[in-house]
């Protein structure tokens, strides 16, 4: 059976962009008599909050999805709250470390902006590690860690990744352009990197379907799997959704929230119907039945670009204010 996922993290209310996502990974698996999985992403507890962890289950169960596993749910694969799921990520560590692929990185952010170099490619939005710990030896290791405790850097492999996002096409990258990442900050807070590989690995989730800017996590996410030893999911990366002046969506825009737009009138089939529109499911912007919406999932339809609410789709949703430009998260 395929088994896919939605797992947002608590740091704000939901917003359509979210809705858009969580939709289309429901439907991906509702289409396909697949199981699918609530997890709640709150690795990073100081920015996350239990009070969007329920208006998120609220938010998603008025839209009409339902989950086989989840926080509220449980099942055979929980936890599904990462916060309950550090042990797991430590004994990767320790599998990762035991295979010489882990090494401490004492570099501060100041460091790292003065040397860090500017790739191209799938990681163009990010600057490259150059390297600078990679071959300390354990006497100057030793030195360093008396004044700063090391992040732990993972040791890309070297050569060409390539994968098939059933959306964005196929992607090859060198891993070496991108260079090594962090698997385990300095504060002892574990990357997502390896949180959300663990999970999906461990979870048996067998399809991945997230927005199009973590389409470059993924080469480093597959080098987890196979150092890991673990099966290797298929990807479907789909648009991240502007606001009607072409920005990010925001989560302090509270007009764009889904409590927001439901407290204003919105019914829940409408917001469907834009989320159909915005995928390519439905020629208007028209109020819609998960049924319905269901029966025209094609993951081919699904646009390969960034899609932006228009005045039409805007009035439905009773936003105002939303040309506010901030991470989605």
């Known amino acids: 059976m395929r088994r896919g996922r939605f797992a947002p993290s608590p740091t704000g209310e939901l917003h359509i962009g979210n809705a858009f996502t969580a939709v289309l990974s429901w439907l991906q698996m509702r289409s396909a008599y697949g199981a699918f999985v609530l997890r709640v992403e709150d690795i990073d ?21 339902d989950w086989d596993e989840g926080p509220d749910v449980d099942g055979p ?3 599904y709250c990462q916060q309950e799921r550090l042990s797991l990520y430590e004994k990767a560590l320790l599998h990762l470390e035991a295979l010489g692929r882990l090494y401490p990185c004492f570099c501060s952010r100041a460091q790292l902006a003065q040397v860090a170099s500017a790739p191209h490619g799938l990681f ?7 390297g600078t710990c990679r071959d300390l030896t354990p006497a100057q290791q030793a030195e360093l860690a008396v004044h700063k405790h090391p992040a732990l850097r993972f040791r890309v492999p070297d050569g060409e990744t390539s994968f098939v996002d059933a959306v964005a096409g196929i992607q090859r990258v060198d891993m070496a352009t991108g260079g090594d990442f962090i698997v385990r900050r300095a504060d002892g807070v574990f990357a997502y990197q390896l949180a959300v590989v ?78 159909g529109y915005l995928a390519g499911f439905c020629d208007t912007c028209q109020p819609i039945s998960l049924d319905n919406l269901t029966d025209r999932f094609e993951i081919a339809k699904v646009p390969k670009h960034l899609v932006r609410l228009d005045p039409t789709s805007a009035r439905v949703l009773h936003l105002r204010d939303v040309g506010v430009n901030e991470e989605a998260g």
């Open 77 to 79: 694969y929980g936890p």
């Open 124 to 130: 163009a939005d990010e600057p490259r590690y150059p």
């Open 45 to 65: 507890g100081a920015r996350s909050k239990r009070e969007y962890v329920q208006q998120a289950l609220a938010d998603l169960r008025w839209l009409g999805l």
């Open 198 to 275: 663990v999970d999906d690995a461990e979870m048996g989730v067998t399809d991945v379907l997230r927005g199009m800017d973590l389409l470059s996590s993924t080469p480093r996410q597959i080098a987890l799997y196979n150092a890991l030893g673990k099966p290797i999911p298929t990807f479907a990366h789909v648009p991240i959704v502007l606001d009607v002046m072409g920005q990010r969506l925001a989560k302090r825009n509270r007009s764009i929230t889904l409590r927001a737009m439901r407290e204003a009138g919105v019914a829940a089939e409408e917001i469907l119907g834009v989320i």
